[in-house]
């Protein structure tokens, strides 16, 4: 049987369950800046964001060709899979690198909705996306490390009970290598809050529920360290490589929204006698939104099934991101021109979901760093940065 085949019952039981939720929920969310709680909870109890965690610790066991699956199928109708995506590419890092007590003491309370792992922190103000001179301290004090500095960008802090952080338990100074020194840990924000862990919003023009994160004197225990101190970039590019692929899979859907969206109207909408879509002015530019559309879904299965396999996928990751990314706002543009005046109201979702997209070409890794990337370490260029 194809993989298509063995995702079609997947795909439409996420067509189904978000038909539960049109075009008015998003809206309203989007009005009050409110995060999705329905929509996450209809997921988990589907058992959708237990996609990656292994049966035996109470998930769906499914491959990285269906997480993307589920992402994108969330998108193509419309919906957003920000407010709980993070979920899918943390397990990246921790069933790679956690310790068998992690997993067991975490990963069914996760998988069954007790829990939310939804915060990534890792980016923080003065170094973006140049991640290895990050500023954040861990420091080993007994039985605990103390957790001092920012987090920025930390989307979902405020409705996550978990944080996978990355901070640095060496000086840079004193490492031997340029990315060593950094560790991962499992930080229990619900103890934390209270303990020196401050959480602020920061509103953004898309309601993403993104914040910022101060560390003050934080301590976490030692055994909630991911794998073994000073390999935390190491296992961190896990969790980065499948989160590329998820949310190129999410652009993916994105751009299939804005297609189809632009298609029907393309069909129905009449000026000067007849249907604007016998226009090549118009045909065109669907069509090719439609081709870079099928390009990055082609790099996303691709990235997926190396990672799946095990094998290095970081170019293929990168590349799908990229392309997605771009294919998606393609598509958005196009799909407001088609729609002229009307692309512009709320009730088309149009503007909402373009302004929702759009952030896929700066995070979370901007089209700029995946071509310096590329050049280095495809094309064998000099480094750039």
Known sequence: MSEAAD???????????????????????????????????????????????????????????????????????????????AQMYTMG????????????????????????????????????????SLRTTAVRD???????????????????????????????????????????????MRAAKDKGLTIRPIRTMMNHATTEVFFENV????????????????????????ERILIAAECVGDAKWFIAKAAAYARERVVFGRPIGHNQGVQFP????????????LMVREAAALYEAGKDCG?????????????????????VQTHGGFGFAEEFDIERKFRETRLYRVAPISTNLVLSYIAEHVLELPRSY
């Open 219 to 242: 301590r976490v225990p030692a055994e909630n360290l991911v794998g073994t101190e000073g390999e935390g970039f190491r296992y961190i590019l896990t969790g980065m490589n499948a």
């Open 93 to 132: 890092t921790l069933l790679r690198h956690g310790s068998a007590e992690q997993k067991a003491r975490y990963l069914p309370d996760i998988a069954n909705g007790k829990l939310r792992l939804q915060a990534f922190g890792v980016t923080e103000p003065t170094s973006g996306t140049d991640t290895l």
């Open 7 to 85: 995702l079609a019952p997947i795909r439409q039981a996420v067509r189904t369950l978000c038909a539960g939720f049109p075009g008015e929920y998003w809206r309203r969310l989007d009005r009050e800046r409110a995060y999705p709680d329905e929509f996450v909870a209809a997921l988990t109890t589907a058992g959708f964001l237990a996609a990656l965690i292994p049966e035996q610790y109470g998930g769906s066991g499914l491959s990285m060709a269906a997480a993307a699956a589920i992402m994108e199928e969330i998108q193509a109708a419309g919906c957003n899979g920000a407010g709980c995506h």
């Open 142 to 188: 007994g039985d605990s490390y103390v957790i001092n500095g920012q987090k920025i960008w930390t989307s979902r802090a405020e409705h996550s009970d978990l944080m996978l952080l990355l901070a640095r338990t060496t000086p840079r100074e004193e490492v031997k290598s340029r990315t060593g020194g950094l560790s991962v840990f499992l930080l229990d």
């Open 315 to 335: 170019a293929e990751a990168n590349m799908a991101k990229h392309l997605a990314a771009e294919a998606s706002w393609a598509a958005a543009d196009m799909c």
């Open 286 to 297: 669907i069509a090719q939104s439609y081709i870079g559309m099928r390009a990055a879904e």
